[in-house]
């Protein structure tokens, strides 16, 4: 059973609009939500995270909306940049050594 | 500044034949260390954690196994490899004061 689930596997914009990539979990237990960021051939990237005791987190052009009682949340990605196109990861931690990962969303954004 | 050291950056290998990747951390004493694997186009499915030298969980079984010899080193391995075992293996770390994970920048398997 996946435990964290990412609806879309691959989401196009224009530059310059507002990306959304959607995250969804099981367990009531996580506490921890971290988005990575990753380029074809690296490992990667920490990008944004979020805590359960809140509900949104932005830094700079990103940001967590998090919904505890639905047990969801989202990126969004505001003016979105070519140079943003890669794979998002939601991830989701229950103990501070077990992390779980979503399938991803490869993110295209065209110029 | 706290750096993860991956090696070999590739490898091509044959089925049934052994295998060996290390990781090793600078910059930070103790860590916790962890061992990731990405099928090609895949999510990222955590197999080990060690706490300290000599210590090692398994999170999830797939024919592998892990040893930490020394506080900066963490080696991942098998004594033969399935087809299944293809993919990229990632070693992480927390950093000093953040609550998630640093991953380094991995070691590409091809099991032919």
């Known amino acids: 059973q996946q435990q964290v689930r990412q609806s879309s596997q691959s989401l196009t914009v224009w530059e310059g609009e507002t990306a959304i990539l959607n995250c969804s979990y099981e367990?009531?237990?996580?506490?921890?939500f971290p988005w990575y960021q990753q380029f074809p051939g690296e490992g990667p990237a920490l990008l944004i995270a979020i805590r359960s005791v809140s509900d949104k987190k932005e830094d700079g052009r990103f940001t967590i909306f998090f919904n505890k009682r639905e047990k969801n949340l989202s990126l969004h990605i505001k003016d979105s940049q070519p140079g943003d196109s890669a794979t998002y990861f939601c991830?989701?931690?229950?103990?501070?050594?077990?992390?779980?990962f979503g399938s991803g969303t490869k993110l295209t954004v065209e110029p | 500044a706290q750096t993860i050291h991956q090696w070999p950056v590739a490898e091509i290998k044959a089925v049934g034949s052994p295998l060996s990747l290390g990781c090793t951390i600078k910059g930070k004493s103790s860590p916790n260390l962890y061992w990731y694997w990405q099928a090609t186009g895949g999510t990222l499915q955590q197999l080990f954690y060690s706490i300290t030298v000599g210590q090692v969980e398994s999170v999830v079984q797939l024919n592998l196994s892990a040893s930490r010899p020394k506080d900066d080193q963490f080696i991942l391995s098998t004594e033969k490899l399935l087809l299944s075992h293809s993919g990229f293996y990632l070693c992480a770390c927390p950093p000093p004061s953040a609550e998630t994970l640093y991953f380094g920048s991995g070691t590409r398997l091809t099991v032919l």
């Open positions: 991830a989701a931690r229950r103990n501070y050594n077990v992390l779980y």
């Open positions: 367990n009531s237990a996580f506490d921890y």
